[in-house]
């Protein structure tokens, strides 16, 4: 059985999801975008100040669920432009050290509330040397 979590410290989802879902020894994020989570709006700015947002509500979640970054095992990247990519991609190299996680980046046409970039994360749910239950 899943189990679906919301975290107090962002907005809360606008449709019919969790913020995450916990299954088998795996945490599933849904994606975030670039949401002042004060008041759910979507900051302006180019993919370097959107993909900072979005790493600092990454932690929030994972500091909700008792993870950080190194706990993490695949990452989704979407663009709406592949011309962002080296701005997002150098944002996203301050948050992750070797062994880094498994990574797709993709261009799409368009994100929820006018977003340059979304990211989701896949996370190990416990500690390594942890048996998953």
Do not use: C
């Amino acid at each position: 059985m899943r189990d679906g979590i919301n975290s107090s410290a962002l907005t809360s989802p606008v449709g019919p999801f969790s913020h995450a879902v916990k299954f088998e020894g795996v945490i599933y994020l849904s994606g975030q975008v670039a949401q002042d989570p004060a008041t759910g709006q979507l900051l302006e700015g180019d993919a370097g100040i959107q993909s900072e947002q979005i790493f600092k509500n990454l932690q929030l979640l994972l500091k909700d669920l008792g993870r950080d970054f190194a706990d993490v095992l695949k990452v989704n990247v979407y663009l709406t432009s592949m011309s962002d990519f080296a701005l997002m991609n150098s944002i996203y190299a301050r948050h992750f050290t070797a062994p880094y996680p498994a990574r797709t980046t993709v261009a799409v046409a368009a994100l929820p509330l006018g977003a340059r970039v979304e990211m989701e994360l896949i996370v190990a749910a416990q500690d390594w040397n942890e048996q998953i239950k």
